[in-house]
């Protein structure tokens, strides 16, 4: 079913972005390493997904709470840096580019390779290896969120 997209409709509320845009999530089945990832977005969408604040959470969450992980759009930069993939002018409030969901003991950086960050399907969030492959949620302007097979 390659190509084919579902609407999903997310019940947990509204969300806004600060100039009162809803914040639409595409959930994409096809496993890919992050970078895969983010250049698929990037080319179909906007980007990887940014999370916000906790109404951002949530909505990944129900997104994507059958998967046991899901790339985001969050990277280790220069080594010491997290920051999200989607770096448009203006796109962020205040405080909204720090937004974390670390799991205990994250990020732990496990023999120096863990520059990418997964979600899981409770809302952490973990530093993992980069090559590794797995579903991911991409983000776009004002579409409804859906899932990709």
Known sequence: MEGNTFLFTVVSGLCFLPGGFPHHYILVEKEKTWTEAQSYCR?????????????DLAQLIELTSSYHQVW????L???????WSL???????????EFRNWKSGEPNNIGGYENCVAMDNGGTWADDICNQTKPFVCYRGKKKNVVEM
């Open 87 to 97: 770096k448009m002018e203006g796109y962020y409030g205040e405080g909204e580019a």
């Open 43 to 55: 080319e179909k969408y906007t980007d990887l997904a940014s999370l916000h604040n906790d109404q």
């Open 72 to 75: 985001i759009g969050l990277s």
């Open 77 to 83: 930069h220069n080594g010491n840096s997290w920051r």
